[in-house]
């Protein structure tokens, strides 16, 4: 059974920082391009950076220079430094893996994370 769990959010003004962490179960972590995603309140989720398992990362033109992704492998665990937030950054954080050939992601979401930056 494939388990992501999600933490890390919280409450942070302007400016600061947060480092969500994504532990996943049940899967050989390795194999799996791995990606984090939000979804703001009223809005679909969206795919905010992404990592495959060699390390190579991508990032959605707005948090790129800001946000950061990460994984160790020993560990099962996906990680996202985020830097000089922005109150646009709220919204509940989530990780999933995905198919490289069309980015579906591969298993049910866990309970995210919600991040919240106030100006």
């Known amino acids: 059974q494939v388990q992501l769990v999600e933490s890390g959010g919280g409450l942070v003004q302007a400016g600061g920082s947060l480092r969500l962490s994504c532990a996943a179960s049940?899967?050989?972590?390795?194999?799996?391009?791995m990606g984090w995603y939000r979804q703001a309140l009223g809005k679909q989720r969206e795919l905010v950076a992404s990592i495959v398992g060699g390390g190579s990362t991508d990032y959605k033109d707005s948090v790129r220079g800001r946000f950061a992704i990460s994984r160790d492998n020993t560990k099962n665990t996906v990680y996202l430094q985020m830097d000089s937030l922005k109150p646009e950054d709220t919204a509940v954080y989530y990780c999933n893996a995905y198919t490289r050939s069309n980015y579906d992601t591969m298993f049910d979401w866990g309970q995210g994370t919600q991040v919240t930056v106030s100006s």
């Open positions: 049940g899967i050989r972590f390795s194999l799996y391009a």
